[in-house]
């Protein structure tokens, strides 16, 4: 089994300086010289506690090398403040902006010495009471009722199950925590971890926008949420393979988050309307008069990495994702052929981007149905989730068309049923899911596929079923399984197995 996460970090400097008073060593930092000195823009307190810069420099925050006085970014030299307690776990928050690192500080983290390092195993000084491996998980349980939530470490942050956690949606991943990480991982530790990545900040600005809020309602009651706005986007549906594709442009499916660059708000969004609060640096060159539609992408079978990228701040790992466009919605009345002429005529003009933070998605014309086959099993043999089809001439529609289809592949596999899931909604009463174990002993839920009647009559415990699925996850459980039936001429479970394409292939991982 190979490690799907470089092992990325940056290195707080070992602490030395003499005092003057007691002529012994004491806790000070040494920093390393920044490259920029003088001309270094960079105002991340991040970045100024661990470079040198010259004396006076403007932009050094008075931390500098020779100073006597305790160095470091401002929230260590302040107790921990009231919005970090743990009853105020679910307050509502604010995603703030992303940092203006210079370019070195993020297409450089590959290095040897940052792989081998662990970017939670101290921060500013303190380590965690426990630590923990990438994809390692605790189970925790509630001191105040029986609920059992699950702690996981994913990269570089930690997640918890519980609704604390949860329901800091506006928070950046790396930046949650709750009272369950808080015991665990120590509060100190906590408090670092979550000021650093610019939780406090977040939490500020929360409650001023609130107050703001208020002020304008003439109430002092807690304003009610704005409902965000989703953008009108091109979906697809699934690709009759009867239909003849011929002249149809096709292009790789990519594996990971669809987002739309909002040239108004210089800001990415999903789907459902929630930003992406991508550093400066990546968004640097985006078009100001034109929206692009595409993916934000960190590469084949990595869709959990992606999205756990995408939901952070103040992350070194945005240098792996790249944004993947096919697309322009607002000159959607202009034929697909255009609109892709209009996209490379712009980044034409901007080539650096292309190389840094853009990559225009490859479009060929479809000669026919074996044409098609052909490009489908040359795509899944190098990991790829599948293919998108555009008709010819087609207009954007900012909703679901047949213009725009998908073809992929899916696997069967056979799992044990161990236990049911109440339904909930207009299930409940009846079953909501299944619990199955698969061959390899890992559990998972089936919540899809099932009619009325199995969620009455569900399958029996240690009954074998056979469920469909796209691909696995990083845990090894099957992404977005689908029940199909009871397979009455088998006993035990048995899990679908995947040709070893190449050793990159994550779905081949053991």
């Known amino acids: 089994m190979f490690c799907r996460y470089f092992r990325q970090s940056f290195q707080f400097p070992r602490f030395l300086f003499r005092s003057e008073t007691a002529g012994r060593m004491n806790l000070m930092p040494t920093m390393d010289k920044c490259k920029y000195w003088d001309k270094c823009y ?26 006597t006085t305790p160095v470091g970014p401002a929230f260590l030299q302040r107790q921990p403040s009231p919005e970090l307690d743990s009853s105020s776990d679910e307050s509502d928050a604010v995603v703030v902006d992303g940092d203006t690192a210079p370019e070195d500080l993020i297409r450089n983290t590959d290095s040897k010495d940052d792989k081998e390092q662990d970017p ?24 105040t009722s029986s609920a059992t939530y699950t ?12 609704p604390a956690w949860r329901n800091q949606g506006a928070i950046p991943l790396n930046a949650r925590t709750c009272k369950h990480l808080k015991e665990v991982l120590g509060e100190k530790y906590e408090v670092a971890r979550h000021a650093m990545n610019g939780g406090a900040t977040a939490l500020k600005q929360s409650r001023k926008r609130a107050a703001a809020d208020d002020d304008d309602n003439g109430s002092s009651t807690a304003p009610k949420k704005a409902k965000k706005e989703a953008p009108k986007l091109l979906l697809a549906n699934s690709w009759d393979l009867d239909r003849d594709p011929t002249g149809w442009w096709v292009s790789e ?11 108004k708000s210089k800001t990415f969004l999903s789907r459902l309307g ?11 060159g985006l078009p100001t008069n034109m929206s692009l539609d595409g993916e934000l992408f960190a590469g084949r079978g990595k869709f959990s990495e992606t999205v756990s990228v995408v939901k952070t701040i103040n992350s070194k790992q945005w240098h792996k994702i790249k944004f993947h466009v096919f697309d322009a919605p607002s000159i959607g009345s202009q034929p697909f052929e255009q609109r892709i ?9 901007t080539t650096a981007i292309l190389d840094k933070t853009v990559h225009i998605v490859e479009q060929q014309r479809c000669t026919g149905p074996q044409d098609l086959l052909d490009q489908l099993k040359s795509i899944e043999a190098k990991g790829g989730e599948g293919l998108m089809l555009r008709e010819f001439g087609s ?19 056979e799992a044990k049923v161990v236990g049911y899931e ?10 909501g899911a299944l619990k199955c174990v698969m061959e390899s002993g890992k559990e998972f839920k089936i919540g899809t596929g099932l009619s009325d009647q199995e969620r009455r009559n569900p399958p029996a415990i240690d009954a074998i079923v056979t469920y469909r699925f796209q691909e696995l996850t990083n845990d090894g459980v099957p992404r977005f399984p689908s029940y199909i039936g009871v397979r009455v001429d088998a006993d035990e479970p048995k899990d679908y197995v995947f040709p070893k394409k190449t050793k990159w292939d994550p779905r081949c991982m053991t």
Do not use: M
Request: proline content about 6%; hydrophobic content about 30%.
């Open 274 to 284: 929630n930003p992406f609060t991508a550093p400066d640096w990546f968004i640097e």
């Open 120 to 143: 939670l195993a101290c921060i500013v000084g303190i380590k965690p009471l426990r630590t923990f491996a990438d994809g390692e998980t605790l189970s925790v349980t509630s001191k």
């Open 422 to 431: 109440p339904g909930k909604g207009k299930h409940k009463g009846s079953t």
């Open 42 to 67: 960079q105002k991340n307190p991040l970045h100024l506690s661990r470079y040198e810069h010259p004396a006076g420099h403007a932009t050094d925050g008075g931390l500098r090398k020779t100073s």
């Open 151 to 162: 702690i996981k470490r994913t990269g570089d942050h930690y997640y918890c199950t519980c």
């Open 341 to 349: 002429e209009e996209i490379k005529k712009y980044f034409a003009s």
């Open 253 to 263: 499916k990519l594996d990971g988050v669809r987002a739309l660059w909002d040239p």
């Open 395 to 413: 207009v954007y529609e900012g909703k679901r068309s047949a213009t725009l289809r998908k073809v992929k592949t899916f696997y069967d596999a």
